[in-house]
């Protein structure tokens, strides 16, 4: 460590959702700082927009109990939490609880909360000064080796700033209905209580088929609805009406559906899909998307998973109607389901992507294809990785399957356009098997706008962007979704102290939902603070 002289002692974290609270968590538990600034726009310390108390609770976590964590050298800190019988507000109770098993996502609002506030008293312990400002920042600037922060009640100045904003703004391609439509449309599905007010006897159209897709239709089939979900004497989920005779139709691009962690742990040996190894390659300039393939293929092989590469490559091929897509749709997340639950065989993807997690940032950063190979890789590939890489809790897909044998799931695939029509006040989804009419529609996409220079961003990005202080992530010369940065220690081009932790590094990282990798950062960008 360098002389005491040349470390920050005021930091300052804008934002204090999950990444806010793993940088205020770890500044306090590990390094010598004296002052913390903290601001919330929303007043509500800890939480975040995804896991609020007044959240919907048939959201479940996607992470499994035991890997959802603040730093990154404790996954379990979450589950040792919920074993302590935690004190929780009037009213609720805790759910059973296994260790690699998805309880409502509320709960780890809940263990958030308690975080921070233990976190303040430690503060106190310590001698740490905390200010905690319930305002957006509008504006911040650098002079003099110090940053600026500007809100509502005035200015801040510190040593170094860690933008922890965490979610981007919508982005939403899709028109409203008029006023006095029967039409419905939700451009979001997050905080929206007024999806509990469609009719139990609607066809619901959503648009997407990833973890927010399957929200959804937990919810619209909860307990609270009238309908529920029994096991069987086999084991298998059948779902029960009762007056709720609602149809779910999921819309997706690329038809795919999210695989599943096997319920079992089971060790992995990775040698070739590591940044030690793709660096090693001898190779003439960059590596391509297939060399990185090949070495995933022989870690799959090093671990006997069974890989059937041409359906994983092409799933749906032969499918010439859209029947003949859904039945296969619904086999393979059979079969997928089956490999997780029975723990003889495995999901070797998901198990390879999930210990890969980290490093998959790590060969980001090493920047060990080309500019014009990553490009390719995020217009053809990256929503077929996600497939792997950020997959779904068991008891949902089991959900998925009771529905679809119900009659109450199907699907679409290859959605081009999406249009509402004032003439049959109705919208018009055109895909590869022809077009459909939905008078319920729910965006459940993921359609953030990671454009740092939209109009659409906040006021500080915008400024920010504006004084130089945030630049565009590019890529032979095209800008891409996110902010460039240094990927070692996460410094924003442009700024000599600011810091980003948040969905913004989703553009030249990776993948920016998994509190592992969030904890991570927050984690690399402390220790490059005080040298360690």
């Known amino acids: ?72 050298d404790n996954k379990r800190a979450f589950i040792n939490w919920l074993k302590t019988n935690p004190k929780l507000p009037d009213g609720i109770e ?27 008293t430690n503060a106190s312990i310590k001698n740490i000064k905390v200010n905690l400002i319930s305002e957006e920042v509008s504006d911040i600037s650098e002079s003099d080796g110090k940053v600026i922060i500007k809100s509502k009640s005035g200015q801040v100045e510190a040593d170094k700033v860690i933008l922890t904003t965490g979610h981007c703004p919508n982005k939403d391609w899709y028109e409203s209905p ?19 007010k469609v009719p139990l ?15 959804v239709v937990g919810r619209f089939f909860s307990e609270s609805t009238g309908a529920k979900f029994i096991r069987k004497e086999n084991g298998e989920l059948e779902f029960v009406a009762g007056p709720n005779k609602r149809e779910i139709i999921l819309c997706s691009r690329s038809g795919r559906l999210k695989k599943m962690k096997s319920r079992k742990t089971k060790d992995i040996s990775r040698q070739h899909f590591t940044v030690e190894y793709l660096s090693s390659l001898e190779h003439s300039g960059h590596l391509t998307l297939e060399d990185i393939a090949k070495a995933i293929r022989k870690d799959c092989e090093l671990n006997n998973g069974n890989t059937p590469w041409a359906e994983i490559i092409e799933p749906y091929k032969g499918c010439e109607t859209i029947e003949e897509f859904n039945s296969r749709a619904f086999e393979l ?46 217009k053809s590939y990256e929503t077929a990785t996600l497939t792997y890489e950020a997959s779904c809790p068991i008891l949902t897909a089991e959900r998925l399957l009771a529905l ?40 459940t996409t993921g359609s953030v706008d990671r454009n740092v220079e939209s109009e659409h961003q906040p006021q500080l990005i915008r400024t920010m962007v504006q004084k130089g202080l945030m630049k565009s992530y590019s890529c ?10 240094d990927m070692e220690n996460f410094l924003l081009t442009g700024s000599k102290n600011i810091h980003l932790a948040s969905m913004l590094l989703w553009g030249p990282g990776f993948y920016t939902s998994g509190a ?12 490059s603070l005080f040298n360690i």
């Open 201 to 215: 006897d609607a066809s619901c159209y959503v648009l997407g088929a990833s973890l927010s897709a399957f929200d």
């Open 404 to 443: 679809h044998r119900a009659g109450r799931l199907r699907m679409i695939k290859g959605v081009k356009e999406v249009t509402y029509n004032h003439n049959d006040d109705s919208y018009h989804i055109i895909h590869d098997y022809g077009e459909d009419k939905a008078s319920v529609l729910i965006n």
């Open 333 to 378: 997340l059979t079969k997928d389901l089956e490999t997780a639950i029975n723990g003889t065989e495995r999901n070797i993807l998901v198990d390879v992507f999930g210990d890969a997690g980290l490093e998959i940032w790590d060969i980001f950063a090493a920047r060990l294809v080309s500019q014009e190979e990553e490009k390719r890789f995020r």
């Open 476 to 485: 032979s010369g095209d800008k891409m979704p996110g902010a460039d940065v």
């Open 516 to 527: 592992i990798i969030m904890a991570t950062i927050v984690d690399r960008i402390l220790k």
């Open 94 to 120: 805790l759910p059973a609880i296994e260790d690699r098993g998805n309880i409502p996502r509320i709960f780890y609002g809940y263990f958030l909360e308690d975080v921070f506030r233990t976190t303040l």
């Open 1 to 72: 460590m360098t002389n005491s002289e040349t470390l920050p002692n005021h930091i300052a974290l804008i934002g204090c959702g999950f990444t806010g609270t793993s940088a205020f968590y770890q500044l306090v538990d590990r390094y010598p700082v004296s002052e913390i600034t903290i601001y919330e726009a929303s007043g509500v310390f800890g939480p975040g927009l995804p896991y609020k108390a007044d959240e919907c609770k048939d959201y479940l976590l996607n992470n499994t109990n035991d890997t959802l964590c603040l730093t990154p």
């Open 178 to 196: 008029p006023e006095g439509s029967k039409a419905l449309y939700f451009p979001d599905h997050v905080n929206e209580t007024s999806l509990d």
